[in-house]
């Protein structure tokens, strides 16, 4: 079992950056496949970005592309959402998923969800 915990969301204006967080607890966190994903109310739960267990491999929608970048640290028990360039499109609930199995741009293939942290992004 892993429980996810995101923070960093917050307000700020658009061109700027912001760094998510999402604490896991669980000592099988390392062979977890982690992702990013994003909800606005009246909306489908969108895919942002995604990392294998390694940290090596990492997939991201193209809307962020070039702008977010996602890391982990396994020893620490800790994944990452860098996001730059940060525009009024990008506000939404963002959450922290992962899955002991193939993590893919599905919400559907993952198995663990934080509550998620808000970001807004001012024009």
């Known amino acids: 079992q892993v429980q996810l915990v995101e923070s960093g969301g917050g307000l700020v204006q658009a061109g700027g950056s912001l760094r998510l967080s999402c604490a896991a607890s669980g000592r099988t966190f390392s062979r977890h496949d982690m992702a990013w994903f994003r909800q606005n109310p009246g909306k489908e739960r969108e895919f942002v970005a995604a990392?294998?267990?390694?940290?090596?491999?990492?997939s991201y929608a193209d809307s962020v592309k070039g702008r977010f970048a996602i890391t982990r640290d396994n020893a620490k028990n800790m994944v990452y959402l860098q996001m730059n360039s940060l525009k009024p499109e990008d506000t939404a609930l963002y959450f922290c998923a992962g899955t002991r199995g193939t993590g893919t741009q599905s919400p559907a293939s993952y198995d663990y969800w934080g509550q998620g942290t808000q970001v807004t992004v001012s024009s």
């Open positions: 990392t294998g267990w390694t940290g090596a491999t990492t």
